[in-house]
């Protein structure tokens, strides 16, 4: 076989080559993942004890995958267990924290976790406040879009439009996840969801804060 120009072409030494290559990166990429390994195991016997209601944390993705650790892979983290979203947050801080110099994704379990501990706090206040949902076809969606409202004489909105539109991609990204298990959930789509978390951590807190300042206006006035 010969090139363009006419000159001998050595199939055997591309080969050589090109295996010489992947073997290269194999053992760049092995080795950051064994030094994530590591590190996130470390970080985790180091943070989980002060997070109790985590029953269980396990990796997954490319961290237990020999040689699959590229330069853009960051550390999937799984999480069990009834968190608040206060402890979610915080436990995800504490690890990419302790974890120095490593991406700590906690998706998927974390992501549809989340917007569960929300969810129980939405129907908490439905029922407090007479907002039971009779229709149960999409109630879900409902729920959530009630708590925007500002009910006058009643109770005023929990949830802001930022608040809301976070929370409405975690609600569609659960849904998605529980009839989607066994399958490979699409990346971009856990990076989206991933950064409306981020984005509700920013702001929920003023919510709710505002929210358990009207409760304490009708504990006061009650007494």
Known sequence: MSD?????????????HLRTRQEQ???????RRQAALQSVC?????????FPRVRRAYLFSSVLRPGSMRSTSDV?????????AEEYFALWRELESAATGWLIDLVAFYLHNLYCAFEDIF??????????LSDQAGWHAELLRRMTLDIE????????EQAYDSLDELRRFRHLFRRAYRLRLDAERLALTRRKAQALEQIYRADV???????????????
């Open 4 to 16: 363009e120009r006419g000159a001998p072409f050595d199939v055997a030494a591309c080969r050589a």
């Open 25 to 31: 990166e194999y053992r760049v990429r092995e080795t």
């Open 42 to 50: 470390v970080a985790a016997r180091s943070v989980l004890p002060r």
């Open 76 to 84: 999937d983290v799984a999480i069990e267990g009834g968190l608040t």
């Open 123 to 132: 129907q908490r206040v439905a029922e407090v406040f007479g907002n039971q």
């Open 153 to 160: 004489g009643l109770r005023p909105r929990l949830l802001s």
């Open 209 to 223: 804060e505002r929210f358990l300042a009207f409760l304490d206006s009708l504990v006061q006035a009650g007494e």
